[in-house]
Every structure is written in C-alpha cells, then in structure tokens.
C-alpha cells in the first residue's frame, strides 16, 4: 500500500473484517507513512451518522469525502465501506486501490453477502479502483479472480510458504467409573444418583500418520464430576451438580501455561468471561507481578471490582467486543509484550491478528451423535493457522460420550499453530476441516 501511494496517484482504502485487525494495521502504517509525510485517516465507528468518519464535517447533502480531506490511507471494516458508498458513490472517484484483507468471509452467510456486494460496488464505479484480495484460506481463488475480472483472470499470485508444523492434540474428559457413587434421592421419576469423577486425558498426534499418545491427569486429582439421575429405564445428566466443562477444560489449559503465552477462544462473551475467571482460580501461585500496571489502569477505567481486574492481576484476561476500545488495546499490547499468560477471546483474536502465543485453545460445541463440531470453532482453528509464531504445536479436545448429554457436549480445540490445517483430517482426532472454498461466480 505504501509503495501505491509513492508510485501512484490516489487514495488507498484497507477493509478488515475485525478492529483488532484494523488496530494492529494501523500500528504497521503509522511509522511508514510517516516517512512517506503521508496521513492516515482517523478511527471512527462503523455507522458515524452526519459525522465524518476522519474529519467530522461531511457536507450536509451527502457524506463527502471518505477519508477526510487529507488522509491518504484509511482502514475500515466492510460495514463502514458500504455504508458510505450507499449514501454518496462519489467518495470512490479518487481512490485508486481497495485491500481486502481475510477475503474468505465471502463465503459466509451474511458477512459474505456484504462483502460480495461490497466488491461489486466497487466494479461499478466509472473508475473502478485497483482491487487486491488477501486470504490464506480460499479455495478458489482463481475462479474469484475471474469474477473481479473476466478480462484478466490470470492476475492472481499465490506463495507456496507454510509455518512450521503443527503438533495436533485433543483434550477429553475421561469418566472413572471404577470409582463412581451411587446415592438413593427422595424422587419417584430418578430415585438415585450416580456421581463419577471426572479426569482429562491428553492425546497428541505428532503426525498424520503417527499413533496416539494419551497422557492422563491424576486419578487422585479429578477435575470436576458427572453426575447422573437415574431409574430402572434411563439414566440423565444432572447439569446443576455436574462440573461444568469450560471448568474442567480451563483447569487444563492452565496445565498447558508453562509452554507459553496462550489464546483462549471462546463463542460469546459471557463464556470468554467465565473461562478467563476459572483459569484465574486455577492457578496456584500469587498475582504475575508484570501485569500489576496494566490491572492499576484497569482498575482506574473499570473499577475495581470488575472481573477484569481481578483476572489480570494474575496474568489472564478477557477480549470481547463490549469492553472499551482502549481496554482492548491495552490487553493486546499486554499480550505481545509478554505481560499476560493468557487471553481468553471471542472471535475478536481470530482473523489475521499476529500474536506471539504458543497455544489456542478453542471451546467448541461438540455433537457426539454426529461427530461434528460448530462452524465456528473450525474457522477459528483454520484462522489460527496464520498466527505466526516459531515451533508451535497444536492441540484438541472434546468430552467423550457419555460424559455429558447426549445432544450437546462442550469441548475445547487447543492448536499450536502457524500452518494451514490439511483441507480434510484424515484421523479421529481432529473432528474439524478446512472450511470450504469461497462463493465464486
């Protein structure tokens, strides 16, 4: 983009899909436009209203100029791009090159729809900016290369580079049944109660072609328990007196904390929350002293007595999209600077972000009854595989039947990454593939 904006004319204009990733550009863009004496554009919300999304002084007739009237980069999500050129097309007429960076969302159901409309925008145009698509995960790229220009589908340029090798691994939780108890309860429909132990066995596959080893944690140490209702005819998990996974998992995960920094992803806020909370009462040592400035400050924003705080005292924090920008940022410099042990994140962390950490975890939802997992933990575990960090290995996990509910079991995906998963995992231990190649034309 740089070497554009010294060679040609114009603007040039960087669509992410997430802020994270559009923080850490704009960290990579500051020093070198600064030497370029060129500006980059301000941040500003996705949907500003009458507010210029640089400036803060669109004319009243339409939204003006789509940087400001002197930036000559601007970084934005697909959102704010669309919304600008539904209310004035014109903010296009002297941008010269559009990046469109983790272009695989096209194949998403509703991501993909906006950016595939997003991009047909901008052919519209009379003069059409240059378009580059980045993407380490599409499948077909030449045929999404013909779509953009049917003139010239050969303009499409791949890398045959790959990460080092990743070790894959899966976490389960393991019932001991040899030392289960079973209670009578005053209930005519489950008149007793079965309580099992619960222990997590550790399985790692060094290879495609390898044999698994399995390490278990102490038989004398369980890390939670399943309980069972029971008559004559059934038996039924009792979820209020079971230990809930994301415990058992987190208790795991801290096991894993002396390999290195670690990223925890999780599906919604409230689950990275609670996680980030039973990783910190895992741990069996005093506050990380590292963190202690960076849980002042928190304090100072947050207060005391969020859970943030408390977390971070120790070394582990949370990122999801309802904290402060400025917090956010906060626990992501932590985290390069090796301040923190762990982050536990929703889908914030996941799209093209560099981090140096050496494992992700990754709490899925696991169906037992048809051996899948949900779409987001495999994206999340194909994203991954662009974090660039040395000899990292990678990791796995799910409850094993019978352990949970038949319908819905929590599991966790743990992965050391830097390579792309194979596009289909031919052994049992990982339940997950690549994800399929993008919408083409």
Known sequence: MCTHLATVPGRVIYVSPLRSLSREMRRALRDRLRVLDRKLGAETPDFPGTRGFSTGSFPGDGFGDLMGDDADIDVMTPERLMHALRH?????????LIVVDEAHHISQRKRGFLLEGLLALCQAVPSAPRLVLLSAAVGNGAALAQWLDPHQPEILFTSPWRGPRRLHGLLTTHPLWEQKTVKRRRSKEWPETVTTPL???????????????TLTTSHDDPMGQLVLKRNGREQKRDGSASTAAYKMFAQAAVLLLPAGPMLVVSATPQSAQDTARAMTDALSVSEHEPARTLADLLAEQLGEEHPLVRCTRFGIAFHHAALPTDVLEGVEDALRNGVLKAVVSTTTLTDGVNLPVRTVVILATWNPLTATAAAAPRASMQRNSSTPSDGLDELAAKPRAGSSSPSTARATAATMPCSPLPRRSPGPLLPYQRPGPGRSR
Not at 88 to 96: I, K, R, S
């Open 199 to 213: 222990v997590v066995d550790f399985s790692i596959r060094p290879a495609e072609a390898a044999r698994v080893t």
């Open 88 to 96: 004035t097309p014109e903010v296009l007429n002297d941008v010269t």
